[in-house]
């Protein structure tokens, strides 16, 4: 069975732009989560979907917004970067509330 | 107090040897439990699952649970220097699938 897939795996942006970042989960996973990873602050969970319904949200500003397709698939988006959005975007996906595995990341860069 | 914590600092082993890693938990009510194993510059991959107290055991892992004390731990038997990457603990909240990580140990095995 094919894992969880994340694109793109590297982007560049500047500040005040927006980016839109894709996760399609392992077939049969209806949860998708998005976890934002750095240095400073490890893991910190952002948002999951389930069902093309927002279950559960992190302590993210509202520029962090995501959704989820009939076909599970999901895309967060971030509005007017800022510097400290820098960071690896990983995304996991489980059937429901259970085990959760990771995509390989997205590696934001913010100039 | 935080949610998860992993204090140690990294850890270094002599290859065979046991590495010991622990975590502690805030969330008297958490029920499921988890040990990845995250490489520099990859995704965390998962090692370990463990829901009710005692040990579990699966190869060169052994995962234990003390929900009275509130922590949970992981065994690294016969340590090998595929092994040295960072080890990460997360925690599950009550009635929701958002995972609480901690920051993380590294390990180091040495040849």
């Known amino acids: 069975k094919a894992g969880v897939t994340q694109t793109p795996r590297y982007l560049i942006k500047t500040r005040g732009q927006q980016v839109t970042l894709s996760c399609s989960p392992i077939?049969?996973?209806?949860?998708v989560s998005w976890y934002q990873q750095t240095p400073g602050q490890g893991l910190q969970f952002l948002f999951e979907?389930?069902?093309?319904?927002?279950?559960n949200k992190g302590n993210f500003p509202g520029r962090f917004s995501g959704r989820q397709f009939s076909n599970s698939r999901s895309e967060m988006n971030v509005s007017t970067l800022e510097l400290g959005d820098s960071a690896l975007y990983l995304c996991?996906?489980?059937?429901?509330?259970?085990?959760?595995?990771f995509g390989p990341g997205t590696r934001l860069t913010v100039l | 107090q935080k949610e998860v914590e992993q204090n140690s600092g990294p850890l270094s082993v002599p290859e065979g040897a046991i590495a010991s890693l622990n975590c502690t938990y805030s969330?008297?009510?958490?029920?499921?439990f988890f040990w990845y194993r995250q490489y520099s510059g990859k995704s965390p991959e998962l090692i370990m699952s463990i829901y009710s107290n005692g040990d579990k055991e699966d190869g060169r892992f052994t995962a234990q649970l003390n929900k009275a004390s509130q922590y949970v731990s992981l065994l690294i038997r016969d340590s090998q220097p595929s092994d040295s990457a960072t080890y990460l603990c997360?925690?599950?909240?009550?009635?929701?699938?958002?995972?609480?990580f901690g920051k993380g140990n590294q390990v180091v095995v040495i040849p």
């Open positions: 077939s049969g996973h209806r949860s």
């Open positions: 969330d008297r009510g958490s029920q499921s």
């Open positions: 996991a996906s489980s059937v429901n509330t259970d085990t959760q595995y």
């Open positions: 997360a925690v599950r909240g009550r009635g929701n699938n958002r995972l609480a």
């Open positions: 979907y389930f069902s093309e319904t927002q279950r």
